[in-house]
Each structure stands twice: as C-alpha cells, then as structure tokens.
C-alpha cells in the first residue's frame, strides 16, 4: 500500500496562492489515480481534483475550475495542488489520495489517504 505526506498548507490572504505537495511512499506513485479532497470545519469532505496516472487527464470539481490545478512528477514521486485567487472559503484541510479507478472523484473511489494539511485564507 502506498503512503502519502502532504505538505505546503499554511495561511494566506485571501487572492493569494498556494502550491501543495503530496509525496508518496512505499509504492510508485505511477500506478495510482491521484486525487485531492478537503474539509472545511463543520463540513464533509469534498471532492477537489484528480487525474490520471501518466497525467494526461484531469478532473475538477465544477466550482473549482480554472483556480485549481493538478499535477504529478512520477519520477519525484509527488503530486501537486496549485491553488490560485485563494478565497476564505478555500479554508479547510486539503488531503491527497490514492485510487485504481478513473474516473476517481468520490471518496469511496479512494483506498488510500494521506494525514492532510491546513490550508487558511485569511480575508
């Protein structure tokens, strides 16, 4: 089974970026669907992006386009989250996981998951 280690959350002002890492360990990276879910406080956790093995392609949720995006080094074995025009709303802990499926955007679709980072927009 794979592990995976995020990195890079943090607190930032509200249209500011981040970049998030997820390194994983134990497993190549190249043989998972990758994905990356957050949770806000009081709220369930919710669908933010995946893609593909190679990368060749991605998913987002609807109202997270065109401010997220995804992306993998297979050879660094890391996936990323580079999250753009940041709003308070974005506030929550970002996690990465791993998934043999694709599509992969539910949880159920995801075996294997990462601690999480925090991620604070400030306004």
């Known amino acids: 089974q794979v592990q995976l280690v995020e990195s890079g959350g943090g607190l930032v002002q509200a249209g500011g970026s981040l970049r998030l890492s997820c390194a994983a360990s134990g497993r190549t990276l190249g043989s998972y669907v990758m994905g990356w879910f957050r949770q806000a406080p009081g709220k369930e956790r919710e669908f933010v992006a995946s893609?593909?093995?190679?990368?060749?392609?991605?998913y987002y949720a609807d109202s997270l386009k065109g401010r997220f995006t995804i992306s993998r080094d297979n050879a660094k074995n890391t996936v990323y989250l580079q999250m753009n025009s940041l709003k308070p709303e974005d506030t929550g802990v970002y996690s990465c996981?791993?998934?043999?499926?694709?599509?992969?955007?539910?949880?159920?679709?995801?075996?294997?998951w990462g601690q999480g980072t925090q991620v604070t927009v400030s306004s």
């Open positions: 996981a791993a998934s043999t499926k694709w599509p992969a955007t539910t949880l159920s679709d995801f075996g294997s």
């Open positions: 893609i593909t093995r190679i990368g060749y392609s991605t």
